[in-house]
């Protein structure tokens, strides 16, 4: 063969591997990436063509796991060897590949003998339940009175788990579940269920439930809802703690404030542009007080909002968006169901109806472009890591040891790429004051 020929084929053999690399595919969370093998390692790039993961990694396998929940993008499993790691989509190491996990989460186990159990992995590809405790079934669960816990299952038999993996409750009960209202976990024993003097507190450490009723007993419950009421949006992580410490010292709703606590957590939700979110909490605050008037409006609102995902603006306060009480006074009043708006600091009320004229706005807006709507779900899902990044640059404010520079330089450059992606797409994007901080306390 003509010497020119071969050369040609092997140049053009060549730019095969860089050609598909430009083929994205799209996951389930809307991220699109394509990879490619470079020598003997694999590449990630992202949808503009640019290395995310490049070949100097040295990584032999290298796939996207995406979020399940929908609600941000997931992560890359990496492996170099035998050993999985992971990265982010932003091609920042996560977990370095040391691990014989792929990556944080619950997996199935196969054992020598051939049973399946369970087992649950953290951040770091440490074991924090071994496959050792025969689990058959691992669930993590959350509740607004915590950050979580593991409910664990022994072929029907359950129990808890703390978030470190201890064994609090062992899995011998044919039903167990933390009671929010009583601030304690319950097991069914035989038809009735049971209250155990075990609960956890508000970080998901393990204390007994007197504990559990004294924290904060030093500070007035109603002090603590106005100090939550006066929190802006920004800070909305410790807006929602302050409202949770009040639903748990108010636990029975004797004092009228653990109603008043759930409606404004369901405001805070609905803020943000969450009416799934805020339909569960004013959900909790009309079973806690059926009598609750304006919980009930915005229950109506938010279910709204939800089925038909027309949201497409945040409101700015809590105010607006009709469900936040203040004084002393507005509290009784809403308490007895005589309040139906929005009440300021001031003493004026406002009122925020959606009526069907903004729904059909709404549907021309959504009709009147079809790429709109497809890029939509997928810009409101960056929104919500965006926000997580605005959450996590807030915590290490108010919790100076937490503070890493590099990483708030990381998160900051994140949420530029973010904002300005969209920006570019011509979208609008809300731009953080947290974006620009420069670490001082």
């Known amino acids: 063969m003509n010497k020119k020929i071969i050369s040609f084929l092997v140049f053009f053999i060549a730019l095969i591997p860089a050609c598909y690399a430009q083929l994205n595919q799209e996951e389930k969370d809307g991220f699109k990436w394509s990879k490619t093998w470079k020598g003997k390692f694999v590449v990630a790039y992202d949808e503009f063509g640019n290395e995310i993961i490049p070949a100097s990694k040295g990584f032999n396998y290298i796939n996207y796991e995406p979020n399940p929940d929908g609600d941000s993008y997931g992560y890359f499993r990496v492996q170099k060897g035998s050993k999985y790691g992971a990265y982010d989509v932003m091609g920042n190491e996560v977990i370095p590949p040391v691990s014989k996990y792929p990556y944080k989460g619950i997996y199935n186990v196969k054992t020598a003998d051939g049973k399946k159990v369970m087992c649950a992995v953290g951040n770091n590809g440490e074991i924090i339940i071994p496959v050792e405790r025969g689990y058959t079934e691992i669930t993590k669960r959350e509740t607004p ?154 229950l109506e609102r938010a279910k709204k909002a939800a089925r038909e995902k027309k949201w497409n603006s945040v409101i700015n306060t809590l105010e607006t968006i009709g469900g936040v009480l203040n004084t002393a006074s ?106 620009n901080w420069d670490g001082s306390h």
């Open 145 to 298: 009175l915590c950050k979580g816990y593991y409910k664990v299952k022994i072929k029907n038999n359950e129990g808890i788990c703390d978030l470190q993996g201890n064994e609090i409750i062992p899995p011998r009960y044919k039903s167990v579940f933390f009671h929010e209202n009583k601030g304690c976990f319950a097991v069914k024993e035989g038809k009735d269920y049971v209250n155990l003097d075990i609960s956890l507190d508000y970080e998901g450490n393990v204390c007994s439930k007197s504990l559990r009723d004294s924290l904060d007993s030093n500070i007035s419950i109603e002090d603590l809802f106005q100090k939550a009421y006066e929190l802006p949006e920004s800070d909305y992580l410790n807006k929602q703690t302050l409202y949770r410490k009040v639903i748990a010292l108010d636990s029975d709703n004797s004092k009228g404030f653990k109603a008043l606590a759930y409606n404004n957590l369901g405001a805070s939700w609905e803020a943000r542009d969450e009416p799934k979110m805020a339909k569960t909490y004013y959900q909790l605050a009309v079973n806690t007080d059926p009598t609750f008037a304006l919980a009930a409006e915005n």
């Open 330 to 435: 507005d509290m009784v009043n809403a308490f007895s169901g005589n309040t139906a708006a929005a009440t300021s600091v001031g003493g004026s009320t406002t009122t925020s109806t959606h009526t069907n004229n903004d729904v059909d706005i709404l549907e021309a807006k959504a009709a009147k472009a079809k790429e709109d709507a497809r890029l939509t779900p997928l810009k409101n899902r960056d929104s919500n890591v965006y926000q997580n990044y605005e959450g996590q640059l807030s915590s290490m404010k108010v919790f100076p040891e937490r503070y890493d520079d590099q990483q708030r330089r990381s998160i900051q450059m994140k949420m530029k790429q973010i904002r300005t992606k969209w920006e570019q797409k011509g979208f609008k994007m809300y731009h953080s004051e947290w974006e």
